[in-house]
């Protein structure tokens, strides 16, 4: 069965240092998206990007955030300057058709800001 | 406003028993539904889903949900449980009348099942 696949599945990072976390979407799906949960937390939407660009952003994705497709198979998402609160699980999505038919979640990275 | 509730934050099921989690979600139409789990150290793997037709929807590992409009609900359901379902259950809702493609999550229900 077709998996999402993310790297690394542990990160550690010094506060204030940029962090990339690494998705590879299932080849035939059109559209990407990142969520985050922070330990005790619900699942929450960061973004999502279809055509090659941000189709729609939360509130927590601010100017530190970003995402980008840089090959035909990566969807990467950039923390630019890490807080303590940026610590999380990150997982990557991906769906062939949008939102109704459910997506295919990767296995997260967590991300460790000290 | 719209919300995802689930109000059990902990179950405990005997191994053989059955099993109901619930979902309520508080949109002004027909959302589209589904049921996510998360084992320990794994991603969420989509369970089921439901967005129209019949409202009792059959899913993976012998899973099943109802949707009700009249209780604004959506629970889960599966006649016997076994051990390997522990595990933490999501469900999420999209609103069909919101542009874009995000799902909300809801807090999530710990499942623990005893031998």
């Known amino acids: 069965e077709p998996e999402v696949t993310q790297t690394p599945s542990h990160q550690v990072t010094q506060m204030g240092q940029e962090v990339i976390l690494r998705c590879v979407p299932i080849?035939?799906?059109?559209?990407f998206y990142w969520y985050r949960q922070i330990l005790g937390q619900k699942v929450e939407f960061l973004v999502s990007f279809y055509n090659n660009e941000i189709s729609e952003k939360s509130e927590i994705f601010d100017d530190q955030f970003s995402v980008e497709r840089p090959d035909g198979s990566n969807f990467t998402l950039k923390i630019r300057s890490t807080k303590l609160e940026d610590s999380a699980m990150y997982f990557c999505a991906s769906s062939e058709e949008g939102r109704r038919y459910g997506y295919t979640f990767g296995s997260g990275t967590r991300l460790t800001v000290v | 406003a719209q919300s995802v509730t689930q109000p059990d934050i902990h179950i405990t099921v005997s191994e053989g028993a059955s099993l109901e989690l619930r979902c309520n979600y508080s949109y002004g139409a027909t959302p589209y539904l589904f049921w996510y789990v998360q084992s320990p150290g794994q991603g969420l793997q989509l369970l089921l889903k439901y967005f129209s037709g019949d409202t009792l929807v059959q899913g993976i590992k012998g899973f099943e949900a109802e949707f009700k409009r009249s209780q604004s609900s959506f629970n889960l359901r599966k006649p016997s449980v076994h051990w390997s379902d522990a595990a933490e259950y999501f469900c999420?809702?999209?609103?069909?009348?919101?542009?874009?493609?995000?799902?909300?999550f809801g807090a999530g229900t710990i499942l623990r099942v005893k031998s």
């Open positions: 080849s035939n799906h059109l559209y």
């Open positions: 999420a809702v999209g609103d069909p009348l919101e542009y874009g493609n995000k799902l909300v």
